[in-house]
């Protein structure tokens, strides 16, 4: 499958936008969906609908085989030893959200420290917070550098003998860094730390190695990925799953029950209660399927070249002031245009049917960081290309033309 001719695989780009044809560069925050994981889904409803693992008839059959298929295929894509080491969850925040629950609340203590860095998401930071709360641990981040990068000198300051979690992204959702993750994996087990690595925004754009990284916990949402909301996965070695206790009971995560107790399932099944999201992992499964059918190195060759194009592109406009590094950088860029407030900028981009993501992109400790309230993101995929940078570019001169007295210096080239 050729990425040029990608988009005819997405039905939603068969339309126009006020008047435009669909420019669609909000992928960091859910990507589009291609009609094999469409049809894949609507086969699952027309065809095998029942419950997974609890039936004997034809239909249960059918469908406990396509979901627990969808697990062995994610276990694959990212060469997990096992798929008893793949736990379906509704995305990357309830899966981090169950590694504090469950696993950090049972091993943290007061005086021990929990290590970030001021980049990460609102979902990979609260929860830490919580189990700070809980458990008096201590909360501490690796510093960033003017950049937004990481010096690995300031990881090996910032770990100490008392760290118990590292939890950190593997690419930032604003910067578009690439953070160096297998070399703190490496330094925090040597301090006997435990790594939860946040893959919301790597796994769509990245072969990703989990066996090779060596983390103790990989989060990632199906969404982001060309499949459907409401399904992400955890990740975890087995020898640590297999320590953590359920936080949600019922059905089908259980073992044996009385009257007076009851006892679990191994995992990963024992963090799955109560019905699934059966369509959601079929959806899953035939997303990596596409994926695997583009061929991740072509996905990541492709985002490479639209993305140096566009930074090209957008530093040729005057009073364009873009966020992170230039290199070191995957998949978005984070701007902001002079005095233009960021919703302003998103609202005139759509009015050309540019969609682009404007706010804090739940990182509000990193827009304190950046000193900026708000930035704009434009993030792109497979389905993107360059006529589609052209767009926002051309998008962005027509809102400084609307909203600054210089809007139309001759400093900026229209394509």
Known sequence: MHVADIKKYFPIFNQQVNGHPLTYLDSAASSQKPIQVIEAIKRYYERDNANVHRGVHTLSSRATDAYEQARVKTARFIHARSEKEIVFTRGTTTAINLVASS???????????????????????????QVAAATGATLSYIPLQSDGTIDMQDVKNTLSERTKIVAISHISNVLGVVNPVKEIIHQAHRKGAIVLVDGAQSIPHMAVDVQDLDCDFYTFSGHKMCGPTGIGVLYGKRELLQTMQPIEFGGEMIDHVDLYSATWRESPWRFEGGTPMIAGAIGLGAAIDFLNEVGMEHIEAHDADL?????????????????????NRKSLITFNVGSIHPHDMATILDSSGVAVRAGHHCCQPLMRWLDVSATVRASFYVYNTREDVDRLINAILLAKKLFMEDGGDSKDRVL
């Open 103 to 129: 696993f950090a609340k049972a091993i943290c203590r007061e005086g021990d420290e929990i290590v970030m860095t001021p980049m990460e998401h609102h979902s990979n930071l609260i929860p830490w917070q």
């Open 307 to 327: 993305l140096h194009y566009a930074v090209q592109q957008l530093s040729s406009i005057k009073d364009v002031v873009i966020y992170g590094p230039l290199a």
